[in-house]
């Protein structure tokens, strides 16, 4: 597993481990969720692309890669696009020569994003809406999932790619749960929060993103399809911080800038009928997740 010592790596890892795999971990640690690596794991701390990683697979005889590895979030990308394009498509690309040359007949599932939609035309947003990325992480991504699906064509690998929409749930340090949950827990008064409120995205919880992405990597046919990895719900911001704030029990005053980050998209719900059909089914209400996000916070582990 590329990437698995971050935030969703390290859950991915936890659920492998529980089944009774062998897992080994190619990471840098630069977005770590690891204090230290832990002792039921193979860990690899690489930077991507190395010549190290082509010998690893050749020599590993792995039955799945999960390639997690490069840049997750859009801020970034906006103040280093060509550093953004480096670390997804490239890498991506190194992660697919790899296999090719040196285990052919290793399993590829690919962590893409939704950001690769932009703003949709249409709602909900189903795999065959044309994609047109708002931001260089959007376009990364695309990139990354051209090669995926290129190399299952012309070179036969198996290989498929996850669209994540907006991932959720404990030990997640960035993103817009987060960001809330320390704005409101930290100000009693009043919280300025960016974005006008009407901001729709399809929130899921972190353990419902593992049953996806092991769903597409038993059941797909592992043809270079991309899928949605989603809940088929929308939620505004202003709902988003209303539960927020219910199970924090704070009362701040909620102010708007009105102001939309750039790259962002207006509106994201996905529509999941295409990874339904692997038996994949959302188990978490988003209030019920959000809980447990809370407890984690409070709990003191941040």
Known sequence: MTG????IGTHLVKRLVSL????AVVDDLSGSSWTTPPKSVSFHKLHLPADPFTKLVAEGSFDSIFHLAGSAYVPPSLKDPVGDL???AAVTLHVLEAIRH???STRLVFISSAAVY???RTLPITE???????SPYGVSKLAAESYVSLYARLYGLRT????????????????VVFDLMTKL?????????FGTGRETRDFIYIDDVINAILSVLIRSGLKGEVYNAATGNGTTLKQLVTILADLLGARSQIVYTGDVRPGDPLVWLADISRIKALGFNPETRLEDGLKKVCDWYLSGIV
Do not use: D, M
């Open 102 to 104: 040196g285990s052919p």
């Open 128 to 134: 065959t809406h044309f994609p047109v990325p708002i």
């Open 160 to 175: 498929t790619s996850l669209r994540l929409f907006s991932v959720y749930g404990p030990g997640q340090r960035k993103q």
């Open 118 to 120: 932009g703003n949709p």
């Open 4 to 7: 698995g010592a971050g935030f």
């Open 185 to 193: 827990h930290e100000n009693s008064k009043e919280i300025t929060v």
């Open 20 to 23: 009774g795999a062998s897992v």
């Open 86 to 88: 480096k670390n997804n």
